[in-house]
């Protein structure tokens, strides 16, 4: 009879134990999926700010490349101006160095 009370005293401290550890895994469970939606959403957060740098960060590559190349235009602009100038100013020295001597006869 002792034995038969005894095991059935097992029994229930065992059922007692499973249900307590059944409770506890499940919260945990709970717990788990929680994280893991932070998770989820933390990585969709990462996802759009990198998603923004990578497209400033493009941003600021166009501009500086479209800055150069008006830099280029420009050297190349001044050049031409530099050059008319000079061809203009030979011309005009030629026409100067006639009229000197047009003056002298």
Known sequence: QDEKENALLQVSDVRSKLQSLTKRGEADAVELRRREA???????????????LNKAKAEVVDREEAKQNMQADLLIKTSQMEQQVMRERSELDARVAELERVLEN
């Open 38 to 52: 932070e998770i989820i959403q933390l990585h969709a957060q990462v996802t759009a700010v990198t998603g923004a």
